[in-house]
């Protein structure tokens, strides 16, 4: 098979979404793992086979990997969290009969890149809630006192509702978007998310921000544990 440099970027990219929510497990990100990429984690399960130094190496670069993480965390929060945290005040409860297509409210217009079908080029930080007013999930660190900005969601693989959501959005944009149950889980319970439940979302586009893992990083997660995504 002819290399192909644009699959590997892929699964890099996967890589490293792998290795932000084994960092942050616990937190938002962990959640958003579930709304947000539904990839297959297909791997090799037999530990038995691995080999200790090599896996010692592993966590060494994954470490390392986890610090510039959060280090890009810390530098995007301190950018956007002022901004963003003025619209947790939109989270109110709503009737969740009247959710029956996605609509949205545009509460500020970017100056960026349109976001068109397919296009996943971008970043997202977010806010979801039910219409009980229920929070499930956000990119803050506590929604009801807020310090901090986790790192944001990459796009790709998201819910129906929230793909066409963004649709027209710009870059620097922040929108509200209103999602009927069929277009989120439908009758599909995901975690704190019960089945059949509309969600509202509001989702601040910023561009595309990614921290790459190393070559070694990336070839020993291979090897340890497999790549078939």
């Known amino acids: 098979m002819a290399y192909n440099p644009e699959l590997k970027t892929s699964l890099r990219q996967r890589i490293g979404v792998i290795i932000i929510a084994i960092v942050l497990l616990g ?3 962990a959640l958003y793992m ?4 539904n990839y297959n984690n297909a791997g090799n399960n037999d530990t038995s086979q691995i080999d200790p130094e090599k896996e010692a190496r592993y966590e060494e670069l994954r470490a390392e990997y986890n610090a510039e993480i959060e280090a890009k965390a810390k530098e995007l929060s301190a950018t956007y969290f002022d901004t963003f945290a003025t619209y947790r005040s939109r989270v109110k409860s709503f009737n969740a009969a009247n959710i029956t297509e996605v609509t949205f409210e545009d509460l500020k217009v970017g100056t960026g890149e349109e976001i068109t079908e397919g296009f996943t080029d971008y970043s997202a930080y977010y806010i979801g809630w039910l219409s009980n007013e229920t929070v499930f999930d956000s990119s803050f660190d506590d929604f009801a006192n807020p310090t ?8 790709g693989n998201l819910i129906e509702g929230w793909n066409r959501g ?7 944009g922040i929108r509200e978007i209103s999602i009927p149950a069929e277009l989120a889980y439908g009758a599909n ?3 704190d998310i019960p089945a059949n439940s509309p969600l509202k979302f509001i989702v601040m586009l910023i561009p595309f921000t990614d921290v790459e893992p190393s ?3 990336y070839e020993l997660y291979y090897e340890l544990y497999g790549g078939g995504y």
């Open 189 to 191: 319970e995901q975690g």
């Open 27 to 29: 937190s938002t990100i």
């Open 34 to 37: 579930g709304i947000v990429l």
């Open 215 to 217: 070559d070694e990083l």
């Open 148 to 155: 901090s900005l986790h790192f944001p969601l990459a796009g």
């Open 166 to 172: 963004i649709i027209g959005m710009k870059i620097g």
